[in-house]
């Protein structure tokens, strides 16, 4: 069996983009941080720190997941430019 390498692009700045998309749907949600948090069971300070530092501070699959639920928005859309 031959292996090779396929070329892919991946975006540097995906987590970035994931921590504005959330930002952008919670306010248009007109939720505020404190709430989106205790909805879906973190702290008011880690969602703080992932919004305002665009995702260095990282974020599990499962609480995206449950932002989305909150939220009533597609994962697929928190990962859009």
Same mark, same amino acid.
């Given at each position: ?21 959330? =930002? ?5 949600? %007109?939720?505020?941080?404190?709430? #989106?948090? &205790?909805?879906?069971? +973190? /702290?008011?300070?880690?969602? =703080? ?5 665009? %995702?260095?501070?990282?974020?599990? #699959?499962? &609480?995206?997941?449950? +932002? /989305? ?13």
């Amino acid at each position: 069996m031959t292996t090779f390498k396929r070329d892919f692009t991946f975006r540097d700045n995906v987590i970035e983009v994931v921590a504005r998309n959330v =930002r952008k749907y919670r306010k248009m949600a %007109g939720i505020t941080q404190e709430q #989106l948090a &205790t909805d879906i069971g +973190i /702290s008011n300070d880690f969602l =703080r720190r992932f919004e305002s530092t665009f %995702g260095k501070e990282g974020m599990s #699959l499962n &609480t995206l997941y449950k +932002i /989305s639920v909150v939220l009533d928005v597609s994962m697929k859309k928190f990962f859009e430019e």
